[in-house]
Nanobody, 124 residues
Framework: QVQLMESGGGSVQAGGTLRLSCAPS????????MAWFRQAPGKEREGVAS???????SVRESIQGRFTVSRANAKDPLYLEMNNLKPEDTAMYYC??????????????????WGQGTQVTVSS
């Protein structure tokens, strides 16, 4: 049963914008932390951004200033606003969640629930 549902991926040209969203199912009420991860072909999964119920967030250094993670409150979806996209941002993006509260980590093993992913492709 799908517990996290991502949407918003697609194909854009370099410099473009995409907004990803992730909606938790009823099975995951009020997750303490949520995060975005990505995995490009032939590469390891890496943390992109995470946020806890208090709004504290962690953002991968390489995407600071371009990506913004947000979540209005513990019941709302998770978002990732991606601006000035680059070809190296091309990857499958996954949403993750856990019950425990923050500080919000960016290590995959610290998250229990995962979505099926949404593809982001950036062309030059």
């Amino acid at each position: 049963q799908v517990q996290l549902m991502e949407s918003g991926g697609g194909s854009v040209q370099a410099g473009g914008t995409l907004r990803l969203s992730c909606a938790p199912s009823e099975l995951i009420l009020r997750p303490g932390c949520m995060a975005w991860f990505r995995q490009a072909p032939g590469k390891e999964r890496e943390g992109v951004a995470s946020i806890d119920n208090d709004g504290s967030n962690s953002v991968r250094e390489s995407i600071q200033g371009r990506f913004t993670v947000s979540r209005a409150n513990a019941k709302d979806p998770l978002y990732l606003e991606m601006n000035n996209l680059k070809p190296e941002d091309t990857a499958m993006y996954y949403c993750a969640a856990r019950w425990e509260r923050g500080p919000p980590p960016l290590r995959g093993y610290q998250y229990r629930f995962w979505g099926q992913g949404t593809q982001v492709t950036v062309s030059s």
